[in-house]
């Protein structure tokens, strides 16, 4: 393959950090713009037209790309992200560029391939004559990430490298830990039977094994804990392995742990630890294998009800009612305060909220810790559940419990339907401007128009249009509703001005580009905010994120255009921070 050919496989984005990161220019004059600029009485080129002229050349005169890579003094960047995976040949054709060449020995070009897999780049590293990097490098990183993606090949070559060779066991047997998680069974038999400095196979306090029993991996759990030397105890950090693979819902490996006949975990190790992790993974059958373990089996209601709580959040009704009626220590319904119910109702499930408020013993009151299930259920849009709750016969809790909340959560998860049956209900409705108003503040931020209107047009207590100083406005230009900014701006009664908080909604829509919602608040014929407000803060949002479209806007309206360099340049530095080409170069037509 040419020269030329093998260039143009580079990725535009390896020369432009070459560039920054050689040095050729400073990276606060790297700006993305004009071809070329003035800044500071210094031409300044641009990313976008280096890229652009490297293409060129490329299909035109392969001599003058060679002329432009002359200019860079020798980088290991762009070694790096061709160590990565584009190519042993792309490798090779910059070690051995006549000037300039990067040095081999740049340590994340060979932990980049190690990472990759990629033998042949590895290889090509290690064997170059000049400033070739060592094998243990960074304390055998590349070691560690070619175990960690399984990629036994490299592993092996790292290892029998004649010269610093990394040791198999370095950083305490990270290597080990890693391709035991990742389930490369061949990479840890290979780690642990390496002739010199294996790693211990319960290095790390056994972590390989419980991490290989969080990925839920059998043989090599096994392998471990038969290992001849050093094996992991099974009960290794105080059971971690078994909770994890509870918490996994591997079935097979908490048998084996647990029926291990040296130093086996106990079932209710962590105080029952295994099982919340099961309840909560909605295993059933470890749930009942843990709770009947004939030795140390965990109590039901272990660490005050956690099970019963993260069954109920899981939404596992049968696990939930195996608990409740275990004849053994049972969890209370109640547990926690109630907070069962709460998890269930959050999650929306009817039926394990009807199951514990049904309880026999113990039932958990409907409207425990002040209403909070009804809240959990009214924010996650689960009107069966708000329903059932308000109509329980015993401790209903009030449709206004927590000074509104439940309306209010309803009104941000944008359910229109809970907001009316709370609104409706006949004993203790929560006003619609509960909390000054924050009801419709949520239901604008959301952009709920229906929500708002229905709360506006409430015939008792309605909320003010420019409640908590125009609030509403502001996150409806946030999240770029056009229709509730106008709806609001042009309510009857108490409209919000269109430039309250000195010009805050604007500022708003500009950062998210709504030219509609900008344009509408500049035209308002009353109060509209001016374009410069807040020293052209909307400007600097928009350029900021890049809103071409709003940033023209601002900088051509014809009364109180925000200077392109207003505070002091900030909108120039936003956009050449980010990257923001074609901003960049709109504000310097401005200037």
Known sequence: MTDEALLAELPPELLRDVLVRAGAWAKKDFVLGKNMAILNDEPVYSARSVCRAWHATLTGNHVNMAALLETVRGSPERLRRTGGGTGRSIVRLLLDWPTHAPHADDDDALVMAAIGGHEAIVRLLLEWPQHAPRADCKDGDALVYAAEGGHEAVVRLLLEWPQHAPRADCKDGYALVYAAEGGHEAVVRLLLEWPQHAPRADCLDGGALVRAAYSGNEAIVRLLLEWPQHAPRADCDDGAALVQAAYSGNEAIVRLLLEWPQHAPRADCGDGAALVQAAYSGNEAIVRLLLEWP???????????????????????????????????????????????????????????????????????????????????????????????????????????????????????????????????????????????????????????????????????????????????????????????????????????????????????????????????????????????????????????????????????????????????????????????????LLQEFM
């Open 295 to 585: 030795q140390h089996a965990p109590r039901a209601d272990c660490l005050d009800g956690k099970a019963l709580v993260e069954a109920a959040y899981s939404g596992n009704e049968a696990i939930v009612r195996l608990l409740l009626e275990w004849p053994q220590h049972a969890p209370r319904a109640d547990c926690q305060d109630g907070k069962a119910l709460v998890r269930a109702a959050y999650s929306g499930n009817e039926a394990i909220v009807r199951l514990l408020l049904e309880w026999p013993q113990h039932a958990p009151r409907a409207d425990c810790q002040d209403g909070k299930a009804l809240v959990a259920a009214a924010r996650s849009g689960k009107v069966a559940a708000v329903r059932l709750l308000l109509e329980w016969p015993q401790h209903a809790p009030r449709a206004d419990c927590g000074d509104g909340a439940a309306l209010v959560q309803a009104a941000y998860s944008g359910n229109e339907a809970i907001v009316r049956l709370l609104l409706e209900w006949p004993q203790h409705a929560p006003r619609a401007d509960c909390l000054d108003g924050k009801a419709l503040v949520e239901a604008a931020y959301s952009g709920n128009e229906a929500i708002v209107r229905l709360l506006l047009e409430w015939p008792q207590h309605a909320p003010r249009a420019d409640c908590q100083d125009g609030t509403a406005l502001v996150w409806a230009a946030y999240s770029g509703n056009e229709a509730i900014v106008r709806l609001l701006l042009e309510w009857p009664q108490h409209a919000p001005r269109a430039d309250c908080q000195d010009g805050k909604a604007l500022v708003a829509a500009a950062r998210i580009g709504k030219v509609a919602a900008v344009r509408l608040l500049l035209e308002w014929p009353q109060h509209a905010p001016r374009a410069d407000c807040q020293d052209g803060e909307a400007l600097v949002a928009a350029a900021r994120s890049g809103k071409v479209a709003a940033v023209r806007l601002l900088l051509e309206w014809p009364q109180h255009a925000p200077r392109a360099d207003c505070q002091d340049g900030e909108a120039l530095v936003q956009a050449a921070e980010g990257g923001k080409a074609v901003v960049l170069q």
